[in-house]
């Protein structure tokens, strides 16, 4: 059975240390940051986020209906007036581009949901509310054995407080 | 107040330290949550929002009894004060996703105190707008007619007309700039549901921020969802008012019918909400005591914005008299000759002092630091800006081909106390929201602070408890 442990560290370099050392030693482990910092981001080296390919389909499929929905329904009822095509592109073009936004923005935002695994029910473990104050944070996973060493890198590189998470 | 004897300040954009007056990332929850504690003067305020709106609300039930004839409208001028106000509040909505989306992909870092202010005044303004169509059509409840939707008489709307394209920018835009406003609140809710006490309130707090933790892979996520939201909401800007501009210029009228309205509205758009945003963000800084996140360096910032969107603006309303001269067409010319000589001259005069010449004043530097000069000129724009779709609207239909058609136009007191009530009713949302949710971005302000460094726990620029000391008044940036 895996069990956890949650630091809290002040300062960003002293986490981004610890990230490397907990790296080196195979941890698996979550970092938690008040603000975006890329320094974090550098030293976690994360995989690419997919959410660009939801927005790509997403904008796709909406630019297609939007087309689709005004030139079937021109040629379902058309109005027909002399020398003026059935269904005219030119025109739809506005109403593909706006559907097109709305399908791709809401994709968009529906992939950051997915991937992030929100919303959550429960949002306490392996967390502290510190983390959304001032203070940088990282979980530990590991086999209990293990994690003796997790709080001795931890605490060697900066936490200020090391807590056990079952 | 700095003189012109002082030296120049640093540009915000080569500031070093944007905000001096923020030592840490503690100091900004705690500024930012202060905000929310309701005072006399906000509920003060929002009585009289509500008494406003109530105002308007109690003329358009009078109106849905009686009946279209009781607003001012009078054959030839069939658009009046409802289309005015609607393409006024859908320019004022305008700014907000400049400010949050076009400025995040420029990287300009005056953005980040105002943005969300900005934003907000987004979605309660294309509300604000989206109400007038349907004021509009006299009979709100057909309102839905303009919707796509499968229906047993399969009757669907007409896709080459402007006012369904109307229908489609607007709702996409309400959509996507409501959805941009609440992904970019949720961190900000995290930060106070961490903080509340009120178990009710954390509660709530807690639902909305969805579980957000601030872990790196929701950072990760959130980040990239957010730069292809502004990317899309770019363009969705540019394509709003474009659309909107279409309603006039796909038709014959003098005066509409110019291939130039596209993105004479869409600058005109830009500049009414920076109008909007300083007449709201410059109370706002003051009251809630902000001065040291909404610094001078920002206002300044966003004024070379307003200066710069203002000489677009006058260098249209130039070109459109120069292409009716041009054009060789009398009509035009005629029209255009009336616009400001003729019977709505003081109209025309009132649009072109309040936006062309008046922001000239924001060559000053002075002037661009002086909040209340910033507070007084956003009023005069604004003005300007309903004048501006007053000359626009009224004039050209009043004034068409024919002589015989020639017609005049006088707004009812329920066209007046309905347009008075869409400022209640904005303002009242506005209220509310800034007393609820963070006025001021947290998650995007503490990006701007400088993290923490065990080179400062070493002694360097930290206190006994282990936060920043303050920055010298030597620092670069702002320290009024």
């Not at chain 1, 927005?55 to 630019?63: D, K, Q, R, S």
């Not at chain 1, 950051?112 to 392996?126: E, L, Q, V, W, Y």
């Not at chain 2, 658009?79 to 400025?103: E, Q």
Request: net charge neutral; charged share 15%; glycine share 8%.
């Amino acid at each position: 059975m895996r069990r956890g442990l949650v630091a809290a560290f002040r300062e960003i370099d002293a986490t981004c240390d610890a990230i490397e050392a907990l790296k080196k030693k195979k941890y698996d482990f979550t970092v938690y940051m008040p603000t975006p910092r890329h320094e974090i981001e550098h030293a976690v080296e994360p995989p690419m986020s997919p959410v660009r390919r939801f927005t790509l389909i997403g904008g796709l499929l909406g630019v297609t209906f939007g087309y689709w929905v005004a030139v079937w329904t021109s040629e379902y009822w058309p109005l027909v007036v002399g020398g003026k095509a059935i269904a005219s592109w030119i025109p739809y073009t506005i109403i593909g581009f706006e559907v097109m936004v709305l399908v791709g923005a809401l994709s968009t935002v529906a992939a950051m949901f997915i991937n992030s695994r929100i919303p959550k029910i429960t949002a306490t473990t392996g967390f502290d509310p510190r983390f959304t104050h001032g203070d940088y944070g990282i979980y530990v996973e590991a086999a209990p054995e293990r994690l003796k060493e997790a709080e001795a890198t931890l605490r060697q590189f900066g936490a200020i407080d090391v807590r056990g998470e079952s | 107040m700095a003189s012109f004897a002082e030296p120049l300040r640093p540009n915000i954009a080569s500031a070093d330290v944007q905000l001096p007056g923020v030592r840490d990332y503690e100091q900004v929850d705690d500024d930012i949550i202060a905000t929310l504690k309701p005072t006399k003067g906000w509920f003060a305020a929002l009585g009289v929002a509500i008494a406003l709106f109530l105002v308007g609300a109690a003329a358009w039930i009078y109106q849905i009894y009686w009946g279209l004839g009781n607003a001012g409208y009078e054959p030839p001028v069939m658009w009046g004060v409802y289309i005015i106000t609607f393409v006024f509040w859908v320019g004022i909505g305008h700014a907000g996703t400049l400010i949050s989306a076009i400025l995040f992909l420029f990287r300009a870092g005056f953005r980040t105190t105002i943005y969300r202010c900005a934003e907000a005044m987004t979605v309660f303004a294309v509300m604000t707008a989206g109400l007038f169509p349907i004021i509009h059509i006299g009979r709100p409840w057909k309102f839905f007619w303009l919707i796509p939707y499968p229906n047993w008489r399969l009757i669907w709307p007409n896709f080459k007309s402007p006012l369904v394209w109307d229908v489609f920018a607007i709702s996409t835009y309400l959509t996507v700039s409501s959805t941009f406003l609440y992904v970019g609140l949720i961190p900000d809710i995290a930060v106070l549901r961490d903080r509340e006490t009120n178990p009710l309130r954390k509660k709530i707090l807690a639902i909305l921020s969805l579980g957000w933790r601030n872990s790196e892979p929701e950072w990760r996520h959130f980040m990239k969802m957010y730069l292809f939201l502004a990317a899309f909401s770019t363009p969705l800007v540019l394509s709003v008012h474009s659309v909107v501009s279409f309603d006039f210029a796909m038709a014959l009228t003098p005066g509409w019918h110019a291939t130039i309205f596209p993105p004479y509205f869409v600058a005109g758009a830009i500049f009414s909400g920076i109008g909007m945003v300083f007449t709201i963000i410059i109370p706002i800084r003051k009251f809630f005591k902000l001065e040291h996140y909404v610094t001078i360096n920002h206002l300044d910032a966003a004024s070379k914005l307003c200066l710069f969107t203002s000489m677009v603006v006058g260098c249209a309303y130039l070109i459109e008299f120069w292409v009716a001269w041009y054009s060789g067409v009398a009509v035009e010319q005629e029209y255009f000759w009336n616009r400001v000589f003729g019977e709505w001259w003081w109209a025309a005069w009132i649009m072109l002092t309040c936006n062309m010449i008046f922001p000239l004043s924001l060559f000053s530097q002075k002037l661009r630091r002086n909040p209340t000069w910033l507070f007084i000129l956003s009023i005069f724009i604004n003005i300007g800006m309903w004048f501006e779709r007053f000359v626009i609207i009224v004039p050209s239909l009043s004034h068409e081909f024919e002589p015989w058609q020639w017609g005049g136009y006088a707004p009812s007191w329920v066209d007046v106390s309905i347009l008075i009530g869409s400022f209640g009713w904005f303002f009242m949302w506005f209220l509310l929201f800034i007393k609820q949710l963070p006025v001021v971005a947290i998650a995007e302000v503490k990006e701007i602070i400088p993290p923490k460094l065990r080179s400062h726990a070493r002694g360097h620029g930290l206190d006994a408890s282990g936060h920043h000391l303050p920055y010298g008044t030597e620092t670069p940036g702002e320290h009024d």
